[in-house]
């Protein structure tokens, strides 16, 4: 195929007419590079129609007109095709032998044109094939092959790797408008996945992500001394981001079957979850003073998860400070919603507890109940290294977390013998059984506080304590007196 090119200037002399849509007599292909030459060079380039390009490189150049010619048909493409899923084959004849030929796709290769033995081409030959069973063979010897199977198609062909895979699900999981993750678990698995997973197999195809290559990550887990906890955990981490690859109609890309004992997954047993008996949960209380001995009394006796507690604000105690509303938490300084669903909720308090807590609020009406002394939400490590943990090495006890004391509290709560469904309300736990749906205890805010002062502390509190007096005041103070 031939084009000219649209020229600038004035009509090639002596062809006006076919430059002015004249001149019947001319070929299809002259007409078109004559009224080429009366056209701006800024327009787009005019192809001659097919088996009539008959103008010749001697008359575009008798007329100034450069010729042009279309490029060669480029490579065929050598990359998988999902339109070439369906395969049957082609048979021909190779040798002796009726043959059929495919294209198959080597995982990270050019593709390669596959043949395969059918039958021999002597009718009298062992195992010759008529030609319908012919067809019917080399169908099977197709098919068997794999390359029409949609599901290894794309594990044959989906590039991504692991580590892409992962962070896409992270960005997901927190963007999401169903269940969308807390940022202390993004936390956890971003050091989970820094730590141990994309530098073992972050840069593996997603596909290629199996139970093999899980067992291979779990066996260097195991040799770095890693808790069965610990393994469990990052294993589901694991699970998680090869479930979130899937297709446009949601169907998950990369199905697998784990199979833990294959896998060598730990079994979690004898876990340390550490707790405090009740005398020393009140020698932590008596030796802690001021805003520590109220936070860990309150921790103590209510069951509030440390964010819940760093995350109260006055406006959410009762008038008598004995019913303590949850609708927020503390992570880091920021304050967000609670961990789940059901940890909105309420948590009645005994009267003593009550009265410490009153007592420390003082006059205020508004802001949080623990601060720091600029007003703003407590640090978990400060809370912990600078209050906790001495209080813990002075009295002889072995270091450990806040958890402790919400142990403590479901220990004392259950040798109380208080009704399971306030003891799934007071924690903020979800509802186990269908049964749970139709128990309204929770509802019944007299019963609550009356099951709440029967069964008190399990610990005895001082009966005073000092109110908090934020730093920022007195700085104030001092600048107006100078």
Known sequence: MVSALRGTG????????????????????????LRGATMSSSQAIETLPPKKADVSAATCASHGLPLIVDPATPDKRKGPCMARRGQVGTIAISGQWYVVRFWKYPAGEDRIHASERICPIDPKAPGYLPKGERRRRGNEIV??????????????????????QAKWFLNHSVKRKRRP????????????????????????????????????????M????????????????????????????G???????????????????????????????????????????VLYALLAGSGLRMGEAFGLEVKHLSADCRTIT??????????????????????????????LLKEFIGGRRTGLIFANSLGRPLSKTNA?????????VKLGIAKTGFHAMRRFRTTWLRKRRTP?????????????????????????????????????????????????????????????AA
């Open 143 to 164: 098919d068997a092959s794999g390359v029409n199977d949609a599901q290894q198609f794309v594990e044959t062909n989906v590039g991504t790797t692991f580590r892409e």
């Open 181 to 220: 993750v807390k940022p202390a678990t993004v936390t956890n698995w971003e050091y989970c996945l820094d730590k141990w997973l994309n530098p073992n197999i972050g840069d593996l195809p997603l596909a290629s992500v199996s139970n093999a290559t899980v067992k291979g990550l779990v066996a260097n």
């Open 222 to 249: 195991h040799a770095a001394s890693l808790s069965a906890k610990t393994i469990n955990s990052y294993v589901g981490l694991v699970k998680l981001v090869v479930a979130s690859a899937i297709d446009d109609n």
């Open 326 to 355: 949850v609708e927020q938490s503390c992570w880091e300084g920021t304050i967000q919603s609670p961990k789940t669903k059901a940890a909105y909720r309420q948590v009645d308090v005994c009267t003593t507890l009550a009265n």
């Open 384 to 392: 912990l290294r600078r209050g906790l943990h001495p209080v813990l």
């Open 10 to 33: 004035p009509t090639v002399p002596g062809l006006q007419r076919e430059a002015s849509g004249h001149g019947q007599g001319r070929s299809p292909a002259l007409r078109g590079v």
């Open 420 to 480: 399971e469904d306030l003891i799934r309300f007071w924690l903020g736990h979800a509802e186990s059984s269908v049964t749970d749906g139709y128990s309204k205890l929770s509802e019944d805010l007299e019963y609550r506080r009356e099951v709440a002062e029967t069964i008190g502390l399990g610990f005895a509190i001082p009966t005073s304590s000092r109110p908090m007096r934020p730093r920022m005041a007195k700085e104030i103070q001092r600048e107006v």
């Open 251 to 293: 169907e998950t890309l990369f199905p697998r079957k784990w199979n833990h004992e294959f896998i060598d997954v730990p079994i979690v047993e004898n876990q340390h979850r550490p707790t405090f008996t009740e005398a020393e949960m009140k020698s932590i209380v008596e030796m802690a003073d001021g805003q520590e001995r």
